[in-house]
């Protein structure tokens, strides 16, 4: 994913992971990605796909800060190297930004757009804040009318955080109400520096993290997923897509991709900083993750180095012993490495373990029975009628 204007972002969220990565990179007004990184970075990443589909991630900090303009010829760096391939972008915003010139570019342009919204505007609103520490729900919820104003396909973003864990189904119901039929999920899972930490630092590896208050516990992930899934079984299955849904039954029909968090290995998902450094994943934006510059070398090179692949094989090599023995590992795979943290009794854990045990647990019977329907050539969405039977 690419991070064109860096950690630079409008609103300072107390959950937050990146804004403190503005501390890897010189002070100075503004951070934007250069017209020649970005060249660079544009003809690298088409190259380096496989296939004949190109689709291009734009995130941040807020990606919108760059302005139309920018945008605009980033789409013409993308028409001048596609040779042939089709490009697609997708964008993932705040939306405070977004008015009828960005609606009328996007939907110009066919961008997919995620807006992030953590549910009703006093659940939103307890840590999504302003640079003046006053809620964004009003100024989200203007910009996602844009979207829908000018026809923009777009998704919901909502992290899970220690504010919404306890009402997943007032955030479900609200998602629903204002439009959202593609709905992703992300818990926070952020660790308390340890105090005089010079810089960005991920967690500790040896002892016990001290986690943030703001954090999302694994038993109240396994609630949240398990609360909407119940609702979502028996009146939304193939009217709401829900990214967790969606993964559960690829993995009970043994179809690999999906979600990195819970693939077998990781890697594939790295990240590009404005400067042109990338990073082993957005999530390990750190200094020891640092790949090099695409000024220095290639893009696929970096993407082919041997650090990056053992990064992406230590997902699975350096699974806790716990998870061996573990009935849904075959649809865990240990979550995020990132969210293996140390115990208090010395070993290592997701944070979230308990929650994934639960959730996968609760929707096994309904996916083998979802499964079963597909493998049949029947809409998994036949479980419905099968529920009031």
């Known amino acids: ?96 930004l977004l008015d009828d010139a960005w609606g009328a570019f996007l939907k110009e342009h066919g961008f997919l757009v995620g807006i992030s919204i953590d549910g009703p505007p006093h659940l939103h609103d307890r840590y999504r804040l302003n640079t003046h520490r006053r809620g964004t729900s009003t100024r989200v919820l203007r910009g996602l009318e844009v979207l829908q104003r000018h026809g923009v396909p777009f998704n919901t ?28 999920f992300i818990p926070v899972v952020e660790h ?49 897509y829900v990214d967790m849904f969606e993964l559960s039954l690829a993995k009970w029909l043994g179809i690999p991709g999906g979600l990195c968090v819970h693939g077998e290995t990781c890697g594939d998902a790295l990240a590009i900083e404005h400067d042109g450094s990338v990073y082993a994943c957005d999530h390990y934006v750190y200094p020891r993750f640092r790949l090099g510059n695409i000024r220095q070398q290639s893009l696929a090179a970096l993407a082919d180095a041997p650090r990056q692949l053992q990064f992406g094989l230590d997902k699975s090599h350096r699974l806790p012993d716990a ?39 609760h929707v096994d019977a309904s996916m083998r029975t979802m499964a079963d329907l597909y493998r049949r050539g029947k809409s998994p969405a036949a479980i419905m009628a099968l529920a009031k039977t």
């Open 157 to 184: 973003l909502t992290c899970v955080s220690a504010a919404n864990a306890d009402s997943p189904l007032e955030v479900y119901r609200f998602l629903k109400r204002i439009g959202s039929r593609h709905l992703q």
């Open 1 to 96: 994913m690419a991070k064109p204007a860096g950690p630079a972002c409008n609103l300072r969220c107390t959950y937050c992971f990146y804004l403190e990565k503005e501390a890897l990179f010189p002070p100075r007004p503004g951070r934007r990605m250069s017209e020649e990184t970005l060249e660079l970075f544009v003809r690298q990443y088409i190259e380096a796909q496989p296939g004949e589909r190109v689709v291009f991630a734009w995130q941040g900090g807020e990606p919108t800060l760059l302005g139309i303009d920018w945008f605009r010829k980033a789409l013409a760096l993308q028409r001048r190297h596609a040779r042939g391939r089709t490009i697609e972008n997708t964008l993932q915003t705040n939306g405070t």
């Open 323 to 361: 998870c061996f023995a573990c009935p849904v590992l075959f649809a865990c795979h240990g979550g995020c490495p990132k969210h293996r943290l140390p115990t208090l009794q010395g070993e290592r854990r997701n944070h979230l373990c308990s929650g994934y045990l639960a959730y996968f647990s």
């Open 192 to 240: 308390v520096p340890e105090a005089g930490a010079d810089g960005p630092a991920p967690p500790p590896q040896d002892a016990p993290a001290r986690m943030s208050p703001f954090s999302v516990s694994g038993e109240q992930w396994g609630r949240f997923l398990v609360a909407i899934f119940d609702e979502w079984i028996r009146a939304d299955v193939g009217e709401m």
